[in-house]
């Protein structure tokens, strides 16, 4: 599974879109970018995943660029509960692994959203 | 539908004893991993059982063991603690279809504390 690079940490202004980066400079075709964030010591929260095409739900959208080397987790109107770590993974597709459960948790963004 | 249930939330144990955890998936689950989280070292793979067969084991002694019923409720074991096995304990479940994106459920979490 490709690498990923995020900052550290950022602050975000509550009401405000809070556009989180990732870079994967790495991956390969058959990887999928998945984003979880965790608040503090509870279990990891899925957010959203996406494989070439710009995704969105009722919590995030994903953009991720066109040669798909790095990717972005856009939370549109930030508010306190937001505040967390955010992880960026990149995993290839199931079929292709035998580590279906196996996914690659990096340090992640520690998001903090002030009011 | 009921989320990925993990018990005990919280317990404490001294050195050397032994301790179980248990983990039941979402209902229709049928692979079940676990991570260990400690501020150190972040988030890390210990195991993935899909079918009551291991799939994947990450990088930990042999103290560390699981096992899958065919109900597809999990269970870890920690044999003859250390001050260092103490960790929040994570569980999740995914469908295990061998095809695309695999999104992982995570429980909240087994608070183990090693005296």
């Known amino acids: 599974d490709a690498k990923t690079t995020q900052p550290t940490s950022m602050d975000c202004a509550e009401g405000r879109a809070a556009n989180l980066p990732c870079n994967h400079s790495?991956?390969?075709?058959?990887?999928?970018v998945y984003w979880y964030r965790q608040i503090h010591s509870q279990g990891p929260q899925y957010i959203i995943h996406g494989l070439k095409n710009n995704e969105t739900n009722e919590m995030a959208s994903l953009i991720i660029t066109e040669d798909r080397k790095s990717s972005t987790l856009i939370l549109p109107h930030a508010t306190l509960r937001d505040t967390a770590v955010y992880y960026c993974i990149v995993r290839v597709a199931m079929g292709t692994t035998d580590s279906w459960g196996k996914f690659q948790f990096g340090a992640g963004t520690q998001v903090v959203v002030t009011p | 539908k009921a989320g990925v249930t993990q018990t005990p939330r919280y317990l404490i144990k001294t050195r050397g004893q032994q301790v179980t955890l248990s983990c039941s998936p979402i209902s229709g689950h049928r692979s079940v991993s676990w991570y260990q989280q400690t501020p150190g070292q972040g988030l890390q793979f210990l195991f993935e059982?899909?079918?009551?067969?291991?799939?994947n084991k990450g990088n930990f002694p042999g103290r560390f063991s699981g096992r899958q019923f065919s109900n597809s409720r999990s269970e870890m074991n920690v044999s003859t603690l250390e001050l260092g096995d103490s960790a929040l304990y994570l569980c999740?479940?995914?469908?295990?279809?061998?095809?695309?994106?695999?999104?992982?459920?995570f429980g909240a979490g087994s608070r183990l504390t090693v005296l």
């Open positions: 790495t991956i390969s075709g058959n990887e999928y």
């Open positions: 999740a479940s995914s469908l295990g279809q061998p095809s695309g994106a695999n999104v992982l459920t």
């Open positions: 059982y899909f079918s009551e067969t291991q799939r």
